[in-house]
């Protein structure tokens, strides 16, 4: 019995918090590979001792211990699969999401472009490598010669933001947007979320959807979580149609 099966036959022995953890790890096995213990009680909407929980039924001292199994399973069916059939799966999956973005509503997408035209200042977050798209967002629209600003972490957006006005547009990148971090950090701006403000997200049930006053769902939450890094091509690709539509505006 892998380490696979053996989360299977104790799923339901397991309490409700660690379910959560054997879900997510059944679910997107390949991200254990990356993540920390921290990462994963995130991902799995729980907490870190119930993953140390979690392990220690399975039988390992810790996370360590377990992380070091699963990834010795990962690696040994890695090698029985055709180079060409991983890249042919990972290209195929990558262009059916890309085609998804055409399915975003045009209504909402314009809007945004309006109001990231407009004559006020544009804000741009993106924490960690979500910072990616942010920091192209704001490149392209100095390039329009438009004021934007741009912060790479919460921290310095909790300094740069306090000139922020009613009727400028926020614009925050979160691959999974969780709210927690938001809500700690920038406190102010939730009880003060500006009209014009854009949460971009791949997850579907963004806790973050409900302090912002406008959410653009891109596809590919999946095919994210399936990839051995923070996939930020999909929000870096929407950034790319979004500054060729504001040209075509110009």
């Known amino acids: 019995m892998n380490i696979i099966e053996s989360i299977e036959a104790r799923h339901l022995k397991l309490s409700k918090s660690e379910q959560k953890v054997s879900s997510y790890i059944m679910q997107y096995p390949e991200n254990i590979e990356r993540f920390t213990i921290t990462k994963l009680a995130t991902e799995a909407h729980t907490s870190t001792s119930a993953v140390l929980r979690f392990c220690q039924t ?66 741009f977050i993106g924490n960690y490598q979500s910072s990616l798209p942010a920091k192209e967002l704001y490149y392209g629209l100095s390039d329009f010669g438009k004021a934007s600003i741009y912060s790479n972490g919460y921290i310095t957006s909790a300094h740069i933001t306090r000139s922020m006005k009613e009727e400028d547009t926020l614009v925050l990148f979160s691959i999974s947007g969780n709210k927690q971090n938001f809500s700690n950090f920038l406190p102010d701006i939730v009880m003060n979320m500006p009209k014009n403000s854009f949460l971009i997200t791949l997850n579907q049930k963004a806790e973050l959807a409900d302090i912002f006053n406008n959410t653009i769902f891109l596809p590919g939450s999946s095919f994210s979580n399936r990839s051995v890094v923070d996939s930020q091509s999909i929000p870096m690709f929407f950034v790319e149609l979004l500054l060729n539509l504001m040209h075509e505006e110009n």
């Open 58 to 123: 399975l039988g390992f001292q810790g996370y360590k211990d377990f992380r070091f199994e699963m990834v010795n399973f990962l690696r040994s069916g890695r090698q029985n699969r055709d180079a060409n059939t991983v890249v042919g799966d990972y290209v195929n999956d990558y262009v059916n999401v890309m085609g998804q973005i055409s399915q975003i509503d045009e209504k909402k997408i314009n809007n945004l472009i309006d109001c990231l035209l407009n004559d006020q200042t544009n804000y």
